[in-house]
T-cell receptor
Framework: LAKTTQPISMDSYEGQEVNITCSHNNIATNDYITWYQQFPSQGPRFIIQGYKTKVTNEVASLFIPADRKSSTLSLPRVSLSDTAVYYCLVGDEAAGNKLTFGGGTRVLVKP | NAGVTQTPKFRILKIGQSMTLQCTQD?????MYWYRQDPGMGLKLIYY???????DKGEVPNGYNVSRSTTEDFPLRLELAAPSQTSVYFC?????????????FGPGTRLTVL
């Protein structure tokens, strides 16, 4: 499974855009890039998934360059309730059996 | 749908005791997982199952056992509890196909072994 690297923590302020970049240099051809969000004392929650270019949903956008060796999760106009840990995962349909959650990025949104 | 439910929410065990963590999902998902999360860390996969009657080890299976007799239930058994098993345990499930890596997580069981 491709290893991912992401910043340990990020601080932001309400109303700002938060961008978290994840490196996955060894991503395989069949791998998807998936992001999860985890609030304190809760299980992780799926946010978004993509394979290439840009994916957008009601929560976030995911930008994937052509070489797919990195990806950026973008959270528009964050609020205090977006304070959470964000995990970047890489794997294919079969590897979904053994997804690896790294340490994630701890995002703190300040008033 | 209730989604993924876990019981109990909290439990304190003494060293050497045993217990079963219950996990049930009502989404008819074939794939189910057990993870543990130590304070400030990411999740580590303990066991997973791709369907009733089929289970396999994850990254940290030692000290645990699982069974999968039905699609809905995936209990995790701790034998001879040790302080190193103090953690938060999450159960998750996902459909067989589609949505690739989207797993649905339960609320967790916080276990303390003293």
């Amino acid at each position: 499974l491709a290893k991912t690297t992401q910043p340990i923590s990020m601080d932001s302020y309400e109303g700002q855009e938060v961008n978290i970049t994840c490196s996955h240099n060894n991503i395989a051809t069949n791998d998807y890039i998936t992001w999860y969000q985890q609030f304190p004392s809760q299980g992780p929650r799926f946010i978004i998934q993509g394979y290439k270019t840009k994916v957008t949903n009601e929560v976030a956008s995911l930008f994937i360059p052509a070489d797919r060796k990195s990806s950026t999760l973008s959270l528009p106009r964050v609020s205090l309730s977006d304070t959470a840990v964000y995990y970047c995962l890489v794997g294919d349909e079969a590897a979904g059996n053994k997804l690896t959650f790294g340490g994630g990025t701890r995002v703190l949104v300040k008033p | 749908n209730a989604g993924v439910t876990q019981t109990p929410k909290f439990r304190i065990l003494k060293i050497g005791q045993s217990m079963t963590l219950q996990c049930t999902q009502d989404m008819n998902h074939n794939y189910m997982y057990w993870y543990r999360q130590d304070p400030g860390m990411g999740l580590k996969l303990i066991y997973y199952s791709v369907g009733a009657g089929i289970t396999d080890k994850g990254e940290v299976p030692n000290g645990y056992n699982v069974s999968r007799s039905t699609t809905e239930d995936f209990p995790l058994r701790l034998e001879l509890a040790a302080p190193s098993q103090t953690s938060v345990y999450f159960c998750a499930s996902r459909p067989t196909s589609g949505g690739a890596n989207e797993q649905f997580f339960g609320p967790g069981t916080r276990l303390t072994v003293l």
